[in-house]
Every structure is written in structure tokens, then in C-alpha cells.
């Protein structure tokens, strides 16, 4: 910026210097504005009209002194008319004392009338009498200096404003890379101050909020692997002192015993499916295999498989669903295996006695799936992290008892990955329970393809 600033003082000095010279050598720039002076054409139609009235140019000379001084002169030069005859012979101009004396041939402009040219006319350049002391030598000296020195403190004006309003432009900017070098070295509390113009300021917030992501990606992160280590230790440990007890001879390996050893491979195995699946779903690369699907009649298979579950734990099971088909573009298993994650969650939170509600309307342009428990409910501090991997509203739930926590969160990533949305709602008290909705784009094509349910 400060080479730019440079070399537009530069130029500015340079046109500046251009201009003085030019106004010094006052002669060129005269016999430069002469060059380009052109008769006006009026002043052919005048003389045309002047021939036809007195069919000759006698008496022409005082028209032409009143035209000729109209025309422009500088200091020392001027222009004068120089007309002639049809033959060429000068009438009136510089020349008119000599008689019969040819025009100059300088091109001159032809006079026609009737068709026949009657005369011609040009411009000559002559010199004019200078006036009494003229402005030469110790006025140009002055204004020579006088360009000289303003040329010199516009430069060194511009050069110093140019210095200091880099500086003003650079110090947020360097601040601002400090800031990332800071935080790039794993210190991510660092901000960038809201200081310089308006551009600067849009920057620095940009990098607050990168900073302020990847500082909450960070504490995902750390929280994640610690709750990785917890679900893996319970079932890893049971593994450990059974196998220990079996080798001790403290327990008999009998089928009892086998099982709970297979019983914990599969709690291993489901979280190491759970977490698989769920980091390729944040990720947006799990395999969908999409087809124009009739959300209405999954949900209503998935809910048929429910109803067993629902007696044994002594729970009312009640759907509402839409009458007219709801065909939504998507892989049916991975719409399975979200509605079995939400009614297995509503499940696990619902009391005997209690009551799971299946609705599904249309809603515009969007498929709305809403499932209805009245368990425990979820307080209002909870409500914007069920859907964060491990999340449990009650931290004393084990996964034997509450799961992993990886449900909802499985449930967000897949649902989002169909360009949908999930939402929870909940007052916190007991008995009123949860609701969780699942929104879906309706498809587009839905009257080419055949919709598809699942078997």
C-alpha cells in the first residue's frame, strides 16, 4: 500500500510538473489550440449568400475585417482569413496588396454555389503586435517555482498520510494474525478485538466465530472420548472379572455364565455400531440408498413391530396417521432405524400404565412425524443438548438402564443428512412427558416412481 500511495505521488508530480512546463512554454500551447481551430461553417454560408446577392466579391473585404476579428490569437501569433477567386487569385488576406497573386496551397476550403466554385477561403496563422511588457521572463520563473514547490509538499503531504493510514490499515490486520498464531498454538480462549474499518471488524467477527466453533469442537471432542472410555469400561470390566473368575475356578463356565459374557460383547458391538454410524452420518458420508418411500406406511409397519413391546411393558400404543400417502425421498432402513431409536427412547422413559402417541400429517411442503410419551419429561436446561452424542438428563442412568446416549444423537445426523430437522418439546414435569418431531422434505417426483415401503 505504501509503493501505491508512492507511485500515485509520483504521477501526481509528475502531471503536476507536466502542466507547469506547458503553461511556462505559453507559445506551444498557443500554436497547439491554433492548429486545431476550424472555420465555423456559417461563415461559408454567409459568403455564399454575400456572392448571390452582389453576383461578384467586390466589397467583400469589410464583411471579412468584422469575421476575422471574431478569430482567436495568442501572445505574439493570430489567425487571418485569406479569400481568393475562383481562379485562385488572392481578394482579400496578407496578400491582397499583391495583385493577381496565387493562394497559397494549404487547402483550402472551396466556396460553391450553383454548383461551381466561386472562391476559396483559409486560415493563415500571422503574427500579431505583443503587448507592452509582456508577462516572459519573471512570471514564468514564478510560476515555475511555485509548481516546484507545491509539487514538493503535496509529495511529501502525501507520502507521510499515506505512511500513517497503511499503519491505521495494518496494525488491526497484524493483530488479527497474532490472534490466530496464538490460537492455532492451542490457546482458545484468544479473541480478536472488534477494531478498524468495517471490513476488518466483519473479519475479526468471522474469526470469533470460527474460534468460538472450534472451541466447542474441541470440548465435544474431549467429552466425547471420556464417555467413550466410560461405556467401554463397564462392559470391559465385566468381561475381565468373569473371564478372571472362570480362570480362578471361582466360577463354573456354564451356559449362564456364557451368556453374560456374550451379553457384554453385544454392548460392545452396539456402541462400536453406534459410534460408527454416527460419526459417518455427522460426517455426510453414510451410504443412503434413496428412493421415493411412503413415510406413512413405514411409520405404520415400525410401529406394528412396537405393539408387543407395548404390552409387555403394559403401555398404551396409539397412531394417527395420515390417510393420504406422504412420499418423501429416502432410504427406508435408515427412516427404520430412526423411528426404532425414538419409540425404543420413548420406551425406556415411559411408566407401565403410561401412553406412547404415533401422529403424521402433512404439513406444506414437509412431512411431520410426531411421537408422544408421558414419561418423566425433560427440564428446560436439557432440552438443547438430547441430541449431543452420550447425553443423558439423568446422569445415574447406566446403559443397561438408559442406553448410551447415542440415539437421539443418531437420530439428528441421519435425519439431517435427508435435508430434514428434529426438534424436542417438553415442559419438565412429570406425567406430560416428551415430544419429539421429525420433519421431512416431501419428494418432488413423487407421482413418477412407484413409492416403496418396507417389508
Given amino acids: 500500500m505504501s509503493l501505491a500511495f508512492s507511485l500515485a505521488v509520483a504521477i501526481s508530480m ?12 505559453h507559445d506551444r500551447l498557443g500554436d497547439f489550440f491554433l492548429d486545431r481551430y476550424q472555420l465555423p461553417g456559417t461563415l461559408i454560408t454567409q459568403l455564399v449568400d454575400y456572392y448571390q446577392q452582389h453576383k461578384s466579391w467586390v466589397g467583400v473585404g469589410e464583411f471579412l475585417a468584422a469575421q476575422e476579428s471574431e478569430l482567436p490569437s495568442v501572445p505574439g501569433r493570430g489567425l487571418a482569413l485569406l479569400l481568393a477567386d475562383a481562379a485562385g487569385r488572392i481578394i482579400y488576406g496578407s496578400q491582397t496588396d499583391a495583385e493577381e497573386a496565387p493562394m497559397p496551397p494549404d487547402n483550402p476550403l472551396a466556396i460553391i454555389w450553383r454548383g461551381q466554385v466561386i472562391g476559396y477561403i483559409q ?9 507592452p511588457n509582456p508577462p516572459t521572463g519573471f512570471l514564468q520563473q514564478q510560476i515555475g517555482s511555485l509548481v516546484v514547490i507545491v509539487s514538493v509538499i503535496g509529495g511529501l503531504t502525501s507520502i507521510i498520510a499515506g505512511i500513517v493510514v497503511t499503519r491505521s490499515l495494518t496494525a488491526p490486520l497484524s493483530h488479527l494474525a497474532q490472534m490466530a498464531r496464538e490460537f492455532g498454538a492451542k490457546n482458545m480462549d484468544k ?32 467429552n466425547m472420548v471420556a464417555d467413550i472410555a466410560h461405556e467401554l469400561r463397564t462392559p470391559l470390566a465385566v468381561l475381565k472379572s468373569n ?21 457384554q460383547t453385544e454392548l460392545l458391538g452396539h456402541l462400536v455400531n453406534d459410534l460408527h454410524d454416527l460419526a459417518q452420518a455427522e460426517a455426510r458420508q453414510l451410504h443412503l440408498d434413496t428412493q421415493v418411500v411412503d413415510f406413512s406406511g413405514l411409520v405404520s409397519r415400525t410401529a406394528e413391530k412396537f405393539t408387543s413391546v407395548a404390552n409387555a411393558h403394559n403401555i398404551t400404543l396409539q397412531t394417527h396417521l395420515s390417510p393420504e400417502p406422504l412420499p418423501v425421498e429416502a432410504d427406508w432402513k435408515r427412516l427404520d432405524q ?11 422413559h415411559t411408566p407401565p400404565g403410561g401412553r406412547i402417541q404415533i401422529s403424521q400429517r402433512r404439513d406444506g411442503q414437509w412431512a411431520r412425524l410426531m411421537i408422544r410419551d408421558t414419561g418423566s419429561g425433560i427440564p428446560a436446561e436439557h432440552l438443547p443438548h438430547v441430541f449431543e452424542r452420550f447425553y443423558r438428563v439423568d446422569a445415574s442412568r447406566s446403559r443397561e438402564t438408559g442406553g448410551a446416549g447415542l440415539g437421539l444423537a443418531i437420530v439428528k445426523a441421519i435425519v439431517e443428512m435427508h435435508d430434514g430437522y428434529v426438534e424436542a418439546d417438553s415442559d419438565g414435569i412429570p406425567g406430560s412427558g416428551t415430544c419429539i418431531t421429525v420433519s421431512l422434505p416431501l419428494a418432488k417426483t413423487a407421482g413418477q416412481p412407484a413409492l416403496v415401503t418396507s417389508s
Avoid: C, H, W, Y
Avoid at 243 to 263: K, R, S
Fill in 243 to 263: 473371564l478372571e473368575a472362570l480362570q480362578d475356578g471361582v466360577f463354573q463356565l456354564t451356559n449362564e455364565e456364557l451368556q453374560v459374557l456374550i451379553d
Fill in 191 to 222: 479473541r480478536a478485538s472488534l477494531q478498524g474499518s468495517a471490513e476488518i471488524v466483519e473479519v475479526a467477527k468471522a474469526f470469533n466465530d470460527m474460534a468460538d466453533a472450534l472451541q466447542e469442537n474441541e470440548r465435544q471432542r474431549r
Fill in 14 to 25: 509528475i502531471l503536476v510538473a507536466m502542466t507547469g512546463f506547458i503553461i511556462n512554454r
Fill in 123 to 131: 486560415l493563415n496563422r500571422v503574427p500579431v503586435a505583443a503587448p
Fill in 338 to 348: 430412526v423411528m426404532n431409536n425414538l419409540l425404543t427412547n420413548a420406551f425406556q
